[in-house]
């Protein structure tokens, strides 16, 4: 059964600092890995999509690695802001039944 | 380009009624997902649902819980008889027909049982 969690749970960090997120999941079966990103009370925003077969993806500001024989995933913020604050999720779609399977979320504040 | 469409976003019940959740997915996507996000808690995969075909149910409670994508019109996620713990967030995420597809969701419907 996949498993992936997200490693800090919550992290608050000053505005400007460059930060690292951190997933792990157990079972290097995956199409693919997708960081989210959720605002309270809304919906899930769709920030960065790595293939299994690639390692790396970038858009602006954010960096997303992918080592799948490891299992691990990190997003990679520069120059944070205070409307980066967010919970970021992590989520892996599994061979076979293709579905996400979600970690529990990194609760992100960027203080001004 | 409309994205993921869901209504209601806010549904309010009294324990004892239906619940009926809609899902519009984007434009040429076949495969449709639901999700349930309960308070303070993670996404949990419900249903995958292919145009009028049932694939991936895992997730769903055996009873009260249905849902269907007919060939014309929106997918509908069903809750019958609501008890207070089927407050949540109901979230439906649609993706193209590749496997490596990127899945797209919408804004989630917010479900509160008085």
């Known amino acids: 059964k996949q498993e992936v969690t997200q490693i800090p749970a919550a992290l608050s960090v000053p505005e400007g600092e460059n930060l690292v997120l951190n997933c792990s999941f157990t079972d290097s079966a995956i199409y693919n890995l997708q960081w989210f990103r959720q605002d309270p009370g809304k919906g899930l925003t769709s920030l960065l999509l790595i293939q299994s077969s690639q390692r790396e993806q970038t858009s602006g500001r954010l960096n997303a690695s992918l080592d799948k024989s490891s299992g691990r995933s990190t997003l990679y913020i520069a120059a944070s802001q205070p409307g980066d604050s967010a919970t970021y999720l992590c989520a892996v779609r599994i061979q076979g039944a293709q579905k996400l399977v979600f970690g529990q979320g990194t609760r992100l504040t960027i203080n001004p | 380009n409309a994205g993921v469409m869901q209504n209601p976003r806010h549904l309010v019940r009294r324990r004892g009624q239906e619940a009926r959740l809609r899902c519009s997915p984007v434009k040429g996507h076949s495969h449709v997902y639901w999700y349930r996000q309960l308070p303070e808690e993670g996404l949990k995969f419900m249903v995958y649902?292919?145009?009028?075909?049932?694939?991936?149910e895992s997730g769903m409670p055996k009873e009260r819980f249905s849902a269907e994508f007919p060939k014309e019109g929106p997918s509908i996620l069903r809750i019958q008889q609501v008890v207070r713990g089927d407050s949540a967030a109901y979230f439906c995420a649609s993706s193209p027909q590749q496997l490596t597809g990127e899945l797209f969701f919408g804004e989630g419907s917010r479900l509160t049982v008085l």
């Open positions: 649902l292919q145009k009028e075909n049932i694939i991936d």
